[in-house]
């Protein structure tokens, strides 16, 4: 019955986790691109100004880059939305 409910429930990336996904299969482009490299090297004071002006995607790239189990939760996710399309 269990399997039934988790099926039923939608289950969707957000806006920061759609980001690092793009960021790490390398399919941004053009200023997405720039923009990921930036946050990912920057210091975490500006970091924090980056926030500020893209708070979804910094947000996402500052979780991975510090958020023990992140990637592995979007994986997770990734994982069961295929899941889910395989079966219906």
């Not at 926030?51 to 990734?78: R, T």
Request: charged share 30%; hydrophobic share 35%.
């Amino acid at each position: 019955m269990t399997n039934v409910i988790e099926l039923n429930k939608e289950i969707k990336l957000n806006k920061s986790e759609q980001f690092v996904v793009d960021w790490q299969y390398r399919r941004l482009g053009g200023f997405m691109s720039k923009l990921a490299d930036c946050i990912a090297h920057a210091d975490t004071s500006n970091q924090k100004r980056l926030v500020k002006a893209f708070p979804d995607e910094a947000q996402g790239i500052i979780n991975f880059q510090s958020k023990e189990g992140y990637w592995d939760s979007i994986q997770d996710k990734l994982d069961t939305i295929k899941e889910k399309r395989e079966w219906m």
